[in-house]
C-alpha cells in the first residue's frame, strides 16, 4: 500500500509578504506587489519594472548578517522560508535518525557578481579591444572562491541539509519554472517509497539582475508597462504582453501521514497526486495543442484517484504572456470537458510576478490556504476579455467556494510540465 503524504509545515518570503499569512491576505484583498525596479540601475533596459522582495534581510530570520554576507540573495530567502516552515511543522523533536530527514529544491543559480565582472570585462578592453588574457589574469585576481561556489543550483539544499542535520536524500532540480513543483512531487515519490520520513522541500530564486532581465527581454516574454507596474502582470487578459519577473523563496514540511498523525501535527493538506511530463517540442514555444500540460493535469488526477469533474480549483501557470495563457486555456478545457467552464482557474502572478523556479511550490501553498479558508484568490487586471481566454478567471475579486481538491500548474521553459493535485484532510 502506497504511503501517503501531507503537508505539516508552510513557509514563504515573497513580494506581497514575509510569510504565508501575510501573503494570502493580500491576494485575497487583490494587491500587488510590482513596482519600479531597485535591486539595479534597468532605467536602460526595455522592462523597468519587476516584483521585488522588500524590506527583507536574513536578520529577519534570526541569522547573523557576517555569516551569510557572501550567500547568494536566493539562499537567504531559502534559509528564511525553511526556518519558517520547520518551525511551523513542529517536526524537529520528532526526528529521531537524521537519515529518515531530506531535503529536494527547485533553485535556480545565484550570487552573480556584477561588480566584480564589469572590472573584469573593463580590464579586458584596457587597450580598445578584448584580450581574453587580461580577462582571465583581473578574474583569478578579483574573484572570490567562496562566491564562486555560491553561484551554483545546489547550495541553498546544501545548507539546509547543514542547518537542520538532514542526513537523508538531498536533490536539487532546476526545471525552469516548474522546478518548486517538480521537487514537491518528487520528495512525495521518496516518501511514498519509503526512502524518507520527511522531506524540507521547495525552491528559491531571483532573477532580478542585469542577466536575468536581459535574458528574459531578449525572448519578449517580459512585460514592458513601465508607466503602471501595477497593472502589468494580467493573466488571460486580451491586452496582456508578457510577466513580471518577480522572486522568493516557499518551503514546505512534507511528511508521512502516520508520523504526522502519531505527533499530532497540524496537517495543511495532502499531495494526493503528482504529474509530470516533456512537452518534446521547442526549448521556449508551447505546442498549440497543449498536449504537455494536458497530459501532466491528467496524470496527476489519475494518480489522487480521481476524475477531471471533482477538482474544484486550479491555480494556474498563468503567466501573462500571449501564448501560455491561451494553451493553458485550451489545456484545462481538454481536461474538464464539459465542467470546464464552471472550474474556477486563478493566476496568483497577476499580484506576486512569476518566482521563476520558486513559483510553484508557493502556488502549491496558496491552494492549501483557499482550501483551508474556502477562499479562491483572484486573477486580479482581468479586464479585457479574450476570445481565447475564456474560462472563469475569478477575475479581480476574491471569492467563497468550498474546495476539497485543487490542481496547481507549473509548466517551465524547455517543455517541463508538473501539475500537483492538493488535497483537503479530512
Aim: proline share 5%.
Amino acid at each position: 500500500m502506497r504511503r501517503r503524504v501531507v503537508i505539516t509545515g508552510i513557509g514563504m518570503i515573497n513580494p506581497m509578504g514575509h510569510d504565508a499569512e501575510t501573503v494570502w491576505s493580500g491576494l485575497k484583498e487583490g494587491k500587488s506587489g510590482v513596482a519600479k525596479t531597485t535591486l539595479f540601475d534597468a532605467s536602460g533596459f526595455p522592462t523597468k519594472i519587476s516584483a521585488e522582495v522588500k524590506n527583507w534581510d536574513i536578520t529577519d530570520a534570526g541569522e547573523p548578517a557576517e555569516l551569510w554576507q557572501n550567500r547568494g540573495r536566493h539562499t537567504k530567502f531559502a534559509i528564511g522560508a525553511a526556518k519558517q516552515a520547520v518551525a511551523d511543522s513542529g517536526v524537529m523533536d520528532s526526528i529521531k535518525n537524521p537519515v529518515r530527514f531530506g531535503v529536494y529544491m527547485g533553485s535556480g543559480e545565484g550570487n552573480q557578481d556584477f561588480t566584480t565582472f564589469s572590472k573584469m570585462m573593463a580590464a579586458a578592453l584596457a587597450d580598445g579591444s578584448y584580450d581574453a588574457s587580461k580577462f582571465i589574469g583581473a578574474g583569478l585576481e578579483l574573484l572570490d572562491p567562496a562566491k564562486e561556489l555560491e553561484q551554483e543550483p545546489n547550495m541553498p539544499a546544501a545548507h539546509l541539509a547543514t542547518m537542520f542535520n538532514a542526513q537523508g536524500p538531498n536533490l536539487n532540480c532546476l526545471t525552469a519554472c516548474a522546478a518548486s513543483s517538480q521537487a514537491v512531487g518528487e520528495a512525495t515519490e521518496i516518501i511514498r517509497r519509503g526512502d524518507a520520513d520527511v522531506m524540507l522541500a521547495g525552491g528559491t530564486h531571483s532573477m532580478i539582475h542585469p542577466f536575468g532581465v536581459t535574458g528574459f527581454n531578449l525572448l519578449t516574454a517580459l512585460s514592458e508597462n513601465n508607466d503602471d507596474p501595477t497593472k502589468a502582470s494580467r493573466p488571460f487578459d486580451r491586452l496582456r504582453d508578457g510577466f513580471v519577473l518577480g522572486e522568493g523563496s516557499a518551503m514546505v514540511i512534507l511528511e508521512e501521514l502516520e508520523s504526522a498523525k502519531a505527533r499530532g501535527a497540524t496537517i495543511y493538506g495532502e499531495v494526493a497526486g503528482y504529474g509530470t511530463t516533456a512537452d518534446a517540442y521547442r526549448i521556449t514555444d508551447i505546442p498549440p495543442d497543449g498536449h504537455g500540460g494536458i497530459a501532466a493535469m491528467r496524470m496527476s488526477i489519475a494518480d489522487a484517484g480521481l476524475n477531471p469533474s471533482d477538482i474544484n480549483y486550479v491555480n494556474a501557470h498563468g503567466t501573462s504572456t500571449t501564448v501560455n495563457d491561451k494553451v493553458e486555456t485550451l489545456a484545462c478545457k481538454e481536461v474538464f470537458g464539459e465542467n470546464a467552464a464552471k472550474t474556477p482557474v486563478s493566476s496568483t502572478k497577476s499580484m506576486m510576478g512569476h518566482l521563476i523556479a520558486a513559483a510553484g511550490v508557493t502556488e502549491m501553498i496558496v491552494c492549501l490556504m483557499a482550501m483551508r479558508d474556502s477562499v479562491l484568490p483572484p486573477t486580479i487586471n482581468y479586464e479585457n476579455p479574450d476570445p481565447l481566454c475564456d474560462l472563469d478567471y475569478v477575475p479581480n475579486v476574491a471569492r467563497e467556494a468550498s474546495i476539497k481538491y485543487a490542481l496547481n500548474n507549473s509548466f517551465g521553459f524547455g517543455g517541463q510540465n508538473v501539475t500537483l493535485c492538493l488535497s483537503r484532510f479530512e
